[in-house]
């Protein structure tokens, strides 16, 4: 069975931090890019950020560059996104993602397995 689970949402207050992780079956992790997207209430999933299969290569989007940053661990099949300096407009559901490519891409379409997301909330 393919999965990818999610953990480290919740509740922070404006300017704070948090760290999300995706563990994933070794069958997900192997050879391929990750990726973190997200979704806010009424809008559509968009890109935040994605990663290479050997970590070399990290991509952002620009609304995140300077206060995200993506990782993995290979040997723990686990991806990573600190988020910092966080904001009400951060606040949504964020998703990680995987594709059997090695690159990455910023089109969900591009992904073949995905977690079941976890919340992020913002406050002011």
């Known amino acids: 069975q393919v999965q990818l689970v999610e953990s480290g949402g919740g509740l922070v207050q404006a300017g704070g931090s948090l760290r999300l992780s995706c563990a994933a079956s070794?069958?997900?992790?192997?050879?391929?890019?990750m990726g973190w997207f997200r979704q806010a209430p009424g809008k559509e999933r968009e890109f935040v950020s994605a990663?290479?299969?050997?970590?070399?290569?990290?991509y952002y989007a620009d609304s995140v560059k300077g206060r995200f940053t993506i990782s993995r661990d290979n040997a723990k099949n686990t991806a990573y996104l600190q988020i910092n300096s966080l904001t009400p407009e951060n606040t949504a559901v964020y998703y990680c993602?995987?594709?059997?490519?090695?690159?990455?891409?910023?089109?969900?379409?591009?992904?073949?397995?995905w977690g079941q997301g976890t919340q992020v909330t913002v406050s002011s």
């Open positions: 070794r069958r997900t992790f192997s050879g391929g890019a």
């Open positions: 990663i290479t299969y050997n970590g070399v290569y990290t």
């Open positions: 993602a995987a594709r059997k490519s090695f690159y990455t891409d910023q089109n969900t379409r591009e992904y073949d397995y």
